[in-house]
């Protein structure tokens, strides 16, 4: 995905912004983890600009994707979002984003954060995150998981070398980057 997005993104009103301030950054905030984990939850069988045009839509039904908030969801928040015209109204990725939300909670309990739980299983590759993340949460396709480690740094491949992009998020040292310095390059297994 990198090598076109790196060479179509830029300059796109939806993807240009996402893909040079966001895309690969380290995030070490619980609030922004949840949000990309709903985001790539519901992109899941459509296209990324579908999620990005919704993005504020989300935020908004989801109450700023405030862990705590979702997790405490019923029945009536869950027909609510089910009747919103602003997001992907699918009752599998509804029910996901709520169950992951209170799963989150969990582990947060566990580990202190999204983040250093996050940060506590790195390095490993792809195979072994989506082992864990289907050990720990719903609705955790290959994808999903991919993109959502890509798309905080854990996963290399959001840019191209050649990307302007690539030399600033090199900078901010992306736990990828500081594993493959140690020596870590299986990110396959």
């Not at 993340?133 to 998981?145: A, C, I, K, S, Y």
């Not at 600033?168 to 040292?173: F, G, M, N």
């Amino acid at each position: 995905m990198a090598l076109s997005y790196c060479r179509d993104a830029p300059g796109h009103p939806w993807h240009g912004p996402y893909h040079a301030e966001e895309y690969g950054f380290p995030v070490t905030c619980d609030r922004v983890l949840f949000e990309r984990l709903v985001l790539e939850i519901n992109q899941a069988g459509l296209s990324w600009l579908t999620v990005l045009k919704k993005r504020e839509a989300f935020q908004r039904a989801f109450d700023g994707f405030d862990l705590d908030r979702v997790a405490a969801y019923g029945a009536t928040e869950r027909l609510r979002l089910l009747g919103d015209a602003g997001i992907i109204r699918n009752g599998r990725k509804v029910d996901a984003v709520i169950e992951n939300a209170r799963r989150l909670v969990a582990l947060r309990a566990e580990a202190g954060s999204f983040a250093a739980w996050i940060a506590r299983h790195h390095p490993r590759g792809k195979a072994s995150w989506l082992t864990l993340f289907r050990q720990h949460l719903t609705f955790m396709g290959g994808e999903v998981v991919g993109e959502f480690l890509m798309s905080i740094g854990y996963l290399p491949g959001a840019h191209q070398p050649d990307c302007p992009v690539f030399a600033r998020l090199a900078a901010l040292h992306p736990p990828w980057m500081v594993a493959e310095a140690a020596g870590f390059t299986d990110y396959a297994k």
